[in-house]
């Protein structure tokens, strides 16, 4: 079979299967597994994401499992990207050459979400790069990482928050994020008010107190954000989802797969991103136990 044949097929099978040139191409990478069971699952939660995200109009989601693609063309063509994985010194996105790789797709105005752990990474490798990209990171020893539970009692106006209603959940919420100066062109999507005892930083990692944390008693802090970017592109960052059973409210998944449409440029529905998720859904893909 010639090459034009093959091409023909290959398109033939991409239609069938649903996509069109024009969707838009989501792509979720999901890290390597590092915590007990339940926490941490990156690649139940991509897949999770996925699943959801393909029975949306006009959106191609694709996902890749167990840290940095090892197909060189897994961005190629992406209208946004999902990072889900562990951060700080070991972050596969300030490895090798990939900080370059995901600056070039950024001056092409491609999306970018980091959920989780993967919105740290060190303040000298990373840190000036999110700060363009997304507009903030967890910087060491200056955010934190308790457990607690987080109270949202509104939400702001955005394509974001379509459809989700004041909730309340107990994750690993980061907060004291490094924002930009005045936050410029940060946008609070999610926004809530540790309790004195969560400023403590009993649960965080390194331990707390952090005097600086302690001294903001009763300020509200941002735990997911969104940043439009001069050359067009969307970012969007979200501290919780420690926790996968976190996914089963319905709320708390609707912010993140409303934020994947955003920053691809998909315009979120009214009532946003509907997909129901079943406590079987929660079982499947969890990494195997003794990680
Ligand atoms: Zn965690």
């Known amino acids: 079979m010639n090459k034009v044949l ?58 890749y499992l167990n840290g940095w693609p090892k197909d060189p063309n897994a961005f190629d063509g992406a209208d946004s990207i999902l990072f889900f ?19 070039d797709l950024m001056k092409k105005g491609v999306g970018l979400a980091c959920v989780h752990y993967a919105v740290e990474v060190p303040k000298d490798k990373g840190g000036p790069e999110f700060l363009n990209w997304i507009g903030g990171y967890y910087e060491d020893r200056w955010s934190t990482n308790p457990h607690w539970e987080a109270d949202f009692k509104s939400l702001p106006n955005h394509a974001i928050t379509r459809g989700v209603k004041p909730f309340r959940i107990r994750d690993e919420w980061y ?31 390194p331990r707390g107190p952090y005097a600086h944390v302690v001294a903001a008693s009763g ?29 089963g409210n319905e709320n708390f998944r609707k912010i993140v797969l409303n934020a994947l449409l955003w920053t ?27 990680k």
């Open 175 to 205: 907060y004291n994020i490094r924002f930009r100066p005045e936050m410029k062109g940060v946008t609070p999507i999610l926004i809530a008010r540790p309790d004195d005892e969560t400023r403590q930083g009993k649960s965080s990692s």
């Open 219 to 247: 300020r509200e802090e941002v735990l997911a954000w969104a940043v439009e970017r001069p050359d067009g592109g969307r970012g969007f960052g979200f501290t919780g989802a420690h926790f996968h059973k976190n996914w």
């Open 6 to 63: 093959l091409s023909l097929l290959a398109a033939a099978l991409c239609w069938s299967a649903g996509a069109r040139a024009a969707d838009k191409k989501i792509v979720l990478i999901a890290g390597h597994p590092s915590h007990g069971p339940g926490d941490h699952e990156f690649n139940a939660g991509v897949q999770l994401l996925h699943k959801c995200l393909q029975n949306v109009p006009g959106v191609d989601p694709t996902f």
């Open 85 to 103: 994985m562990d951060g700080g010194a070991g972050h596969p996105i300030i490895q090798g050459d990939h900080l370059r790789i995901i600056g």
């Open 264 to 290: 691809a440029h998909v315009e979120v529905p009214a009532n946003g991103v509907d997909c129901a998720v079943t406590d079987e859904d929660l079982k499947k893909n969890l990494d195997p136990k003794g």
